[in-house]
């Protein structure tokens, strides 16, 4: 028999989280081997259809796991499309190729945010494959340290690309702090004429 329900209390981070039947009933957990072959990871709020059976402590475990529909797939692929993401970070970037472009900025400004950013793809592609394989993970903290040195944009296009880190709040919300501090500094660095004078004659 099968069920249907909703995906909450999903940790990306660790892979696993529960189901809530539709018109109540005990919660199954869910873990992403459950899933089988995927394209995406799984989201808080999908619906979910699956299989039910007890562990070895009786406790309540969803198996054969799938989307409950293509609509269903198609809402949430729109949802975390990643569009917004790709649109933030291009305007960034091309701001600041603008900036260096009109001599606003020196064009090392603009070669440090492309290789932070190649460093930051590189980082979110190495901790998304240690995930799948249950190895050691990269830190968040090394992750967020990254994003604030400039890796920031870097970092929105991995993890659209990797769906990784999408799901998890806590994550997102110090990545959104990291990259308005990194943004912030470089706004509050632009507008002294004299640091930026001084940049420029060391660089020149």
């Not at 729109?78 to 064009?107: C, D, E, H, N, Y």
Request: contains cysteine.
């Amino acid at each position: 028999m099968r069920y249907q329900g909703r995906l909450s209390d999903w940790d990306d981070h660790k892979g696993f989280g529960f189901v809530v039947p539709h018109g109540g009933g005990e919660r199954a957990f869910v873990h992403i081997g459950a899933f089988g072959p995927q394209r995406r990871r799984p989201c808080n709020g999908d619906v979910l259809t699956y299989a039910v059976q007890r562990d070895a402590h009786a406790r309540l475990k969803a198996t054969q796991v799938r989307w409950a529909d293509r609509s269903t797939q198609a809402r949430t692929r729109q949802r975390g499309s990643g569009l917004p993401r790709k649109f933030i970070a291009a305007m960034f970037l091309g701001a600041i190729v603008a900036a260096v472009v009109l001599q606003r900025l020196p064009l090392l400004v603009l070669l440090w945010y492309v290789a932070a950013s190649g460093v930051a793809v590189l980082a979110y592609a190495i901790d998304k494959s240690a995930a799948q394989r249950n190895q050691w993970r990269t830190p968040e903290a090394t992750l967020h340290l990254i994003g604030v040195l400039g890796g920031w944009p870097g970092a929105l296009l991995a993890q659209k690309w990797y769906r990784h880190k999408c799901s998890k709040a806590a994550f997102q919300l110090t990545f959104w702090i990291t990259a308005g501090l990194n943004v912030g500094l470089l706004l509050w660095a632009w507008l002294q004429p004299g640091l930026m004078a001084t940049l420029r004659a060391v660089l020149d």
